[in-house]
């Protein structure tokens, strides 16, 4: 990136650019949300509230051709091996044609599909004959946090013959303890959801889901109805357990944190039904044909992921809240920390060099209202500076008859928010100074559906693509949460020998004090 020619211009434009405040920009240009937003299919993308020109919007995009952004975009879409440090395709969006679907995803489809029918249509039952009423969906990472974020946003969308379902994912089992002793195992199903099938997390979660399976149900023989395995390793299921007629398949080009659009999702095709699941999928499909088939200067998530870059590495910023108007989307924030940071947390580019410039920045977020009572105050008025990205619908289905001021109040909540970040407040007392000049996005969509969740998640997906392309590095391996499993396991051997030997000496104390104070009264 730093050896093109765009790299230069724009360098040589933040310099002006960062001593201009933003309310002079609004001043200097009184229509300047007319040249800085986009609009596509219900959804509108105001980029005005950013600290940029239409010269710099101009050099963002000869940065995206000097680092041929085109071509990397047909790759990703023609299921090259981009992932070349995995040998793997990352063709999440091929799920996502369902007009077309490969025949291997067809197949998938159809076992899917006819496993949520028999669940609906209380065919599928527990060991006691009984229908099942409840599903625990068990894995970590994008076999968890997709389709919890999905099934909580689109609640009010859920059908009613659906069981309830749970997600569970903290290795210290707590979450499956407190829901196990509310639940009743003969009418339970278990989702063991792992990419790999080797996460110790899942796999030891699934183990004392089977345990307590056994200590109800009248024989060892009928636990094994009472699981539902989705991984792309097919032996190690059965290895474990699951029978063939309940194992859902996907495969390695679908990197797990692009998981949701495969079986994965079969928690939320479970909640939503077929048509529910298709709609989400066919909004994700509008969002890829947006992306593949617009001209960049129109293309959002072209300009979403081009603005972060000129924060990130022109603007010196290295923190992204993600501010969604919305308690339904409670998890949005968690789910944009995987696909974000886990994604483009890296620093070495794909030849293996490393990388001299900042990649992804700290991402994290809460639904906004809430976050106003709580970290707010550093975006106003502390010394980091943050960019945001606010996320609001304009339609809102609200069940009282209050609604339609508690749609106000939280529509004049964020665009105050993003206003008084924005303009600020000058006071000759400091402590009730406000400098302002805090950037953001707002992404305004027209409502929250399946339709357009799919459409948002896709943005970001295809975001977090343009910026591994201008960084040049691989948005597709995560070989940093390695280092972190393989030491786990060395302690726990450590643990289980109740030894120290060979640990560091803050390693060694803590594990001592931990012996120590669990035999403690
Ligand atoms: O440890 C990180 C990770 O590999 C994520 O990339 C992945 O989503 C998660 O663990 C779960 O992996 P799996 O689905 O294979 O259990």
Redesign the pocket.
Known sequence: MIETQAYSNLQRLSETMQTQHLKELFAQDPNRFDAFHLRMDGMLFDFSKQKVSTEVVDELLNLADEQQLESWIKRLFDGDRINHTESRAAWHTALRDVSEPRPEVAQQWRKLESLVNQIHQKQFRGYSGKPITDIINI?????DLGPLMVTHALEQDRLACAPEVHFVSTLDARQLHTLLRHLDPATTLFVI???????ID?LSLAETAKEWLLQHAPNPQVVVNHFVGISTNPTKMTEWGIIPSQQLLFWDWVG??FSLWSTIGFSIAVRLGMTGYNEMLAGAHAMDQHFKNTPFKQNIPVLLGLIGVWNTNFLNLSAQAILPYDSRLKYFASYLE?LEM?SNGKSTRRDGSPVEYRTCPILWGEVGPNAQHAFYQLLHQGTERVMSDFILFSQWNSPSKRGSFHQNLNIANCLAQSRAMMIGESSEDRHKHYPGDQVSNTLLLKQLDAHHLGMLIALYEHKVFVQSVIWDINAFD?WG?ELG?KLALNILGHIEEKSVEGLDSSTANLLKTIWKQHHEN
Request: aromatic letters at 4%; zero cysteines; proline letters at 0%.
């Open positions: 894995g970590v990472g994008g076999s959801a792992s990419k790999s099938f080797t996460t899942t797990g944190r995987q886990e995560q949460v499993k």
